[in-house]
């Protein structure tokens, strides 16, 4: 009979102690990934693949007259194509209702053939109604599609006491009164939306571009007209995703059409000008806010009117006072509907736009009030932490030694200011407490740690294996992670920064599960009871005896058949909440209105890092893609006819090379906490509120149109010409 | 060579580049222009080159032997014609906006997707397979695996490409020449700072190599 073995809870132990974790890891998937190896779902190829492709209205509202794909099924190669809109239908900019037909064919060639034969008339409706003006016209059509929908306004929520606030605003020493436009901004994955599905013996195995590969099956399944049980889902490298890949839409839908009905491979993933239409995308924004402050530095009041353009979507935004304390505030929010496509998550949804609102009112009061806008943030935050990471980006950007704090400089003789600003970020970091993996050590000493989460480009492919070689003394090649499958236990959705927090405690409380099982096999061997090993650099001893060893290969080789077990989510591993200041560094051409970003700090915490380079990685992205919205996004609808003028990166522009000053990424190891998180939305949140306080800082134009585009920083300088 | 007789209609630039992608707006910008109301891909009569013939390209130094349509791009044929298909370089934009294509032409840097297939006959075509493996990589590509340079890595091949061709073109450039240099791609992620830091990692290598190299030359 074995002996009763105490086990000890698992726990990340010291950070001294750790010879993986915490340190820079290269990624395991680096090697696929710059060799061209790694394979996609856009990849992805099979015997008597057929290319398909929907066929998207490229309006906003109308009704169909017809739609004849005759022409289409006449091209040589073209296989499948069929209307999907009858007669007399009414088409939405919105995901399926904007789709008309579907094309499917041999090659691209044939496809570009079929799709251009199908004929279709849709009567197109007078108004567009794309912008926050025209929805809100007196004679603007109601397209918001609420049932009972009287206008396109809806979802109006007040908080706060009006009249206690307006008594405060005007008490108040110093006032501020700012109104905002903030464009709808595209997540622009790379790899477009879609999947190739393989129906086989089973059923079908889909290569899905998801952030959810666990949860995919149910949505194929229906596609498909099968078992959710005969459904695979497989997705080993996705180009992006951003919030905007959570289960299948109408490219799902189709291509199951096309499988079922030609019982042959289909690949269907959305054109660029599709992902740019039915894709999802970030809530634009229209907003004022009048806010207070005494003259010592308090905020005291606070009014905001928010309006939400989601599309035919709520649209999201998150709460004010975003982080800040304010004495008394009253909100006033409501979606506004253009008839276009809804909001979908967005990295962090809702939070970088509060975030630029509540910054750029904070430090408009800071200035007014005559204060330094570093010192007048620190009196206004609720957490010491805040205080302490603000600090440290100031002394970064060199804020100390700059030369104009209270009041924004002065361009010099070639036209040419500095400035430097300020913005913090703060994120939920939840977890779910579902999530599992599988590690099995094999008699032979390999190593597999198994679960069904995905890798978006994260890193989580790596740490899946590194804390299991942590846990066991190995190195992280030693390791085989397997995942981006659903047949793997369960693991979470990838969205919300709750992957590492519900994964990483689960994978170690495999590891560790598997470790004690070991140990209680070298009680034999070694005399130790569980709990009485030390394990490092591929072979195990007792505690405090070096010599009763063994190496890696013979701990394995005391198993008689694979060992296997299970860990699942550990509270005790996990603890969300996080922050992050950041601050940029900017210098404004106040001749032409360019704005050029020299430098862009941001300190964030998030409990244990896993892998500092991959964290590094996403600091260095979230300031990236801040700035990028900051200074170059912008969706651009046509207003007569509701075309998308922006439908392709030579249109839609993003942040290139050249935009890209120096980033300092760096991660809070004074937050000691002995538990982590994931992090990814903090450091997306607060980049264009500190460039916009950056550029004020340097001429005093105070930016609150986005994108910080040349014509606008000028008509902040000089007024609408 | 096989000839499947590819008849040639009216020229046009479309004609010359692929025809359809843009197809739908294409149709329904021109019915804007007529009448407001209705939109029909109808008024298409996109001249285009049809039918198959057979190309023999060198790709990455092997000839390959493949069929394509005078319209098929160079990115079409390597990810949908090829056998096993060169999946590497990547579909993003299309329209010669990011990048994602990129791959060298006699040396050259040239983007798949703005280049037909038919007219690679006779020239070296590499592609970001042809310049290492997981198991051999090129310098850059170590460089990127050890900066930190691919996060979804779907940017990755193209930017691969355009560092060896940037490195090529300005082995000593500064890093604003060498952000000039390969800022023809775009990556969504933000990797930027980590593609730099991996273009300088290579030119310190290369650096101290040629000095390695010269001293041995010396002796």
């Known amino acids: 009979m074995p002996r009763e073995h105490r086990t000890a809870d698992p726990s990340w132990g010291p950070r001294a102690d750790l010879d993986i974790l915490n340190r820079d890891i290269p990624r395991v998937d680096g090697p696929d990934k710059v060799t061209g190896r790694a394979k996609y779902s856009h990849d992805m190829r099979a015997p008597g693949l057929l290319y398909a492709r929907l066929i998207v209205y490229p309006r906003t509202r109308g009704k169909v007259e017809s739609i004849d794909v005759s022409g289409a099924l006449a091209v040589p190669g073209v296989v499948w194509a069929k209307a999907l809109k009858a007669a007399g239908a009414n088409v939405f900019y919105q995901g399926a209702d904007s789709v008309l037909a579907a094309v499917a064919a041999e090659t691209l060639e044939a496809l570009d053939d079929g799709v251009r034969a199908v004929k279709f008339v849709v009567k197109a409706d007078s108004k567009a109604v794309v912008t926050h003006k025209g929805a809100l016209a007196n004679d603007a059509p109601v397209v918001a599609r609420q049932r009972d929908a009287q206008s396109n306004i809806s979802g109006l929520r007040e908080r706060g006491d009006t009249a206690k606030t307006e008594a405060a605003l005007a008490a108040s020493d110093v006032q501020v009164d700012?109104?905002?436009?903030?464009?709808?901004?595209?997540h622009v994955c790379l790899e477009t939306h879609g999947q190739v599905i393989v129906p086989d013996e089973r059923g079908a195995t889909v290569y899905a571009s998801s952030q959810a590969v666990k949860g995919e099956p149910q949505g194929f399944a229906g596609a498909l007209g099968l078992k959710q049980s005969e459904v695979r889902v497989i997705t080993q490298h996705m180009g992006g995703g951003f919030g905007s890949k959570f289960g299948g839409g109408i490219e799902a839908q189709v291509a199951g059409q096309i499988v079922q009905e030609t019982k042959r491979p289909v690949h269907l993933l959305l054109t660029r000008d599709q992902e740019f239409s039915l894709a999802g995308n970030r809530t634009g924004v229209v907003a004022r806010v009048r806010a207070g402050a005494s003259k010592d530095g308090a905020l005291t009041a606070l009014a905001a009117e928010v309006d939400r353009l989601g599309g035919l979507g709520g649209g999201s935004f998150a709460a004010l006072p975003y982080i800040y304390k304010v004495g008394e505030m009253a909100t006033k929010m409501r979606s506004v509907h253009t008839a276009t496509d809804p909001n979908r998550a967005m990295r962090a949804p809702g939070h970088p736009q509060a975030s630029f609102v509540m910054e750029s009112v904070v430090d408009a009061l800071a200035y007014a009030a005559g204060k330094d806008p570093l010192e007048f943030r620190k009196l206004n935050l609720p957490d010491p932490i805040w205080q302490r990471q603000l600090d440290r980006v100031a002394t970064e950007l060199g804020w100390p030694a700059h030369p104009h704090h209270t009041a924004p400089g002065k361009p010099d003789a070639r036209g040419i200011a500095r400035g430097i600003g300020f913005a913090v970020s703060a994120w939920g970091s939840s977890a779910q407490d579902n999530a599992k993996c599988q590690v099995v050590v094999f008699p032979d000493g390999s190593v597999e740690s198994r679960t069904a989460t995905q890798d978006l480009g994260t890193g989580a492919r790596t740490y899946v294996a590194a804390i299991v070689a942590e846990e066991l003394g190995l190195q992280v090649a030693d390791v085989e992670p397997v995942i981006g499958d659903s047949d793997l236990p369960v693991n979470v959705a990838s969205g919300g920064s709750v992957t590492t927090g519900s994964s990483a405690p689960a994978i170690k409380h495999a590891a560790h599960l598997a470790r004690e099982a070991l140990e209680a096999k070298l009680e034999a061997v070694l005399g130790a009871a569980v709990g009485g090993y030390v394990w490092k650099g591929g072979h195990v001893h007792v505690k405090d005896d070096t010599t009763k060893k063994l190496a890696w290969k013979q701990v394995a080789g005391l198993l008689q058949e694979p060992l296997d077990v299970t860990g699942s989510f550990q509270q005790s591993l996990h603890a969300g909440s996080i922050h992050g200041a950041q601050g940029a560094l900017v210098e404004v051409d106040t001749l032409t209105g360019r704005v050029n970003v020299l430098k862009m700090v941001c300190v964030q915490?998030?409990?244990?890092?896993?892998?500092?380079?991959?964290?590094?990685?996403?600091?260095?992205?979230?300031?990236?893609?801040?700035?990028?919205?900051?200074?170059?996004?912008c969706r651009v609808h046509d207003e007569a006819t509701g075309y998308l003028l922006t439908g392709n990166l030579e249109s839609y522009l993003i942040a290139g090379c050249q935009e890209i000053g120096e980033l300092v990424a760096i991660i809070d190891d004074d937050e000691e906490r002995p538990t982590l998180c994931g992090m990814a939305e903090a450091p997306i949140v607060p980049g264009q509120s500190a460039i916009a306080n950056a550029i004020f800082n340097a001429c005093g134009a105070r930016l609150t149109t986005m994108p910080f585009s040349p014509d606008n920083v000028l008509t902040a300088l000089h007024g609408k010409v | 060579m096989t000839h499947s007789d590819p008849k040639p209609e009216a020229l046009s630039r479309r004609a010359l580049l692929k025809g359809a992608g843009g197809v739908a707006?294409?149709?329904?910008?021109?019915?804007?222009?007529?009448?407001?109301?209705?939109?029909?891909?109808?008024?298409?009569?996109?001249?285009?080159?049809?039918?198959?013939?057979?190309?023999?390209?060198?790709?990455?130094?092997?000839?390959?032997?493949?069929k394509v349509e005078p319209r098929t791009t160079l990115l079409d044929a390597l990810r949908?014609?090829?056998?096993?298909?060169?999946?590497?370089?990547?579909?993003?934009?299309?329209?010669?906006?990011?990048?994602?294509?990129?791959?060298?032409?006699?040396?050259?840097?040239?983007?798949?997707?703005?280049?037909?297939?038919?007219?690679?006959?006779?020239?070296?075509?590499?592609?970001?397979?042809?310049?290492?493996t997981p198991e051999a990589q090129s310098d850059v590509q170590?460089?990127?695996?050890?900066?930190?340079a691919a996060m979804c890595g779907f940017c990755t091949p193209g930017f691969i490409v355009a560092c060896h061709a940037a490195l090529e073109r300005k082995p000593n450039g500064t890093l604003d020449e060498l952000k000039h240099e390969i800022s023809g791609n775009l990556c969504r992620c933000g990797t930027y700072p980590h593609i730099f830091n991996a273009l300088q990692r290579v030119q310190a290598e290369r650096q101290v190599a040629s000095q390695q190299g010269s001293k041995k030359g010396a002796k």
Request: net charge negative; charged share 15%.
């Open chain 1, 178 to 186: 700012l109104s905002f436009e903030i464009p709808v901004q595209h």
């Open chain 1, 605 to 633: 915490d998030q409990g244990l890092p896993l892998n500092r380079m991959a964290l590094r990685s996403q600091i260095n992205g979230g300031m990236v893609q801040a700035l990028s919205y900051a200074l170059m996004e």
């Open chain 2, 25 to 66: 707006a294409v149709g329904g910008l021109a019915a804007t222009a007529e009448a407001r109301s209705v939109t029909t891909l109808e008024p298409a009569p996109v001249p285009t080159l049809r039918g198959e013939v057979e190309v023999t390209l060198s790709i990455n130094g092997a000839t390959q032997t493949l």
């Open chain 2, 80 to 132: 949908t014609r090829l056998e096993p298909a060169l999946t590497g370089t990547k579909l993003v934009c299309d329209s010669g906006s990011c990048g994602a294509c990129t791959v060298l032409l006699d040396g050259k840097l040239a983007y798949a997707c703005m280049n037909l297939a038919i007219d690679q006959v006779g020239r070296q075509v590499t592609t970001v397979e042809g310049l290492g």
């Open chain 2, 142 to 148: 170590r460089a990127f695996c050890a900066e930190d």
